[in-house]
Nanobody, 127 residues
């Protein structure tokens, strides 16, 4: 079965750290690129970070650059999002996603580029 299973969300104080995990299975193991998105109620799902599986090249949104790190384990089965210096505005449901094909330019920053999605995990940053 092809799926993405997330874990690691929770409640953390502002300035703290949290690590999200996303385990791939089935077809998602042959992803070209994987990414993290987040969504708050009433807003569109927004791009957070992405990693190209072949060479682990990464990209980040400006809002998280320098604070979040996306990575893969050695087997390239699990993707991580290490979040540090968390801010109140980082509160959201975080989704991992997998794209099976190449996307030109920065099209991978759009939700339409992804074929599979995780169920989402809540991250709440408190003051």
């Amino acid at each position: 079965q092809s799926q993405l299973v997330e874990s690691g969300g929770g409640l953390v104080q502002a300035g703290g750290s949290l690590r999200l995990s996303c385990a791939a299975s089935g077809r998602t193991l042959r992803s070209y690129r994987m990414g993290w998105f987040r969504q708050v109620p009433g807003k569109e799902r927004e791009f957070v970070a992405a990693i190209r599986v072949s060479d682990e090249r990464t990209d980040y949104s400006d809002s998280v650059k320098g604070r979040f790190t996306i990575s893969l384990d050695n087997a390239k089965i699990t993707m991580y999002l290490q979040m540090t210096s968390l801010k109140l505005e980082d509160t959201a449901v975080y989704y991992c996603a997998a794209s099976l094909s190449f996307q030109p330019g920065t099209a991978y920053r759009r939700i339409e580029a992804y074929d599979y999605w995780g169920q989402g995990t809540q991250v709440t940053v408190s003051s």
